[in-house]
């Protein structure tokens, strides 16, 4: 019996561990990217008329890719694994400010990335806005 809930909680804990947290993703994409992309994601922040690349309307990243939300993508995209122009685009690296203790997310294929639980919660929230 004892080894038995030794075994399910070894199944249970990372599980919430790394529970996604889709309403701390929008406060933290209000405060950290909303400026460039918009409260709404829509790429029509305040910023946005001044920056010399526009920025994306990340509420078509599913749209964009065959109707599948890109996760690992976007996380990597964000935490600055992927540089996706050459000598650095407009966007800012977030890798450090939204460093932290670590979350993960169910990619595309099934995957599990690990990153920031930040990173992991905007992500989780921009899946929720995709049209
Ligand atoms: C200073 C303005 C600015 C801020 C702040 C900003 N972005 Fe961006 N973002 C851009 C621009 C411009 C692009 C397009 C060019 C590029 O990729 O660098 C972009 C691209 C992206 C992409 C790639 C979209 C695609 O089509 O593949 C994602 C995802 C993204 N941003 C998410 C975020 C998230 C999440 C945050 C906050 C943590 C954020 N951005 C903050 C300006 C910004």
Known sequence: ???????????????????ENPAMGRDAFADHCATCHGLGGEGDGPMAAVLSVAPPDLTRLSAANGGVF??????????????VMA??????????ILDGPS???VTEDGEE??????????AAWLRGIQK
């Open 1 to 19: 019996m004892r080894a038995l809930l030794m075994i399910a909680s070894f199944c249970i804990w990372p599980a919430l561990a790394l529970a």
């Open 70 to 83: 890109p996760a690992s993508q976007v996380v990597w995209r964000v935490d600055g694994t992927t540089e």
């Open 87 to 96: 000598h650095g685009g407009p966007m800012p690296i977030f890798g450090l």
């Open 103 to 105: 979350g993960g997310i």
């Open 113 to 122: 990335v690990i990153a920031s639980e930040a990173v992991v919660n905007i």
